[in-house]
Nanobody
Framework: QVQLVESGGGLVQAGGSLRLSCVDSGRFFSNYAMAWFRQAPGKEREFVAAINWSGSRTFYADSVKGRFTISRDNAKKTVYLQMNSLEPEDTAVYYC?????????????????????WGQGTQVTVSS
């Protein structure tokens, strides 16, 4: 069973940066495709970024493309989200998840409704 714990959120000014981490606290680590999502109050959870098993392929929502970078360190069982040039619109609780369907990123990987489990997330607040 995969257990994911997000961390690294905080309060920053617009234009600032944060790096989020998502660590697998489960007993075993598998090289699943991974994804980051976010949810602002009163809004639906939305896709942010995804990465395949090796980190060789990445995918981003248009809203964060060019500003955010997803990466992974399988030896540390951790996925990262480097967020630069943060904007107030980025304010949300950020969640990571593992696509247990397999190694590659698919359309389903990027669909929040395809996941049954969510961790506590980490709050990112960007002030103007």
């Amino acid at each position: 069973q995969v257990q994911l714990v997000e961390s690294g959120g905080g309060l920053v000014q617009a234009g600032g940066s944060l790096r989020l981490s998502c660590v697998d606290s489960g007993r075993f680590f598998s090289n699943y495709a991974m994804a980051w999502f976010r949810q602002a109050p009163g809004k639906e959870r939305e896709f942010v970024a995804a990465i395949n098993w090796s980190g060789s392929r990445t995918f981003y929502a248009d809203s964060v493309k060019g500003r955010f970078t997803i990466s992974r360190d399988n030896a540390k069982k951790t996925v990262y989200l480097q967020m630069n040039s943060l904007e107030p619109e980025d304010t949300a609780v950020y969640y990571c998840n593992a696509d247990r369907r397999g190694l590659q990123v698919t359309g389903a990987t990027m669909e929040p409704q395809k996941y049954d489990y969510w961790g506590q997330g980490t709050q990112v607040t960007v002030s103007s």
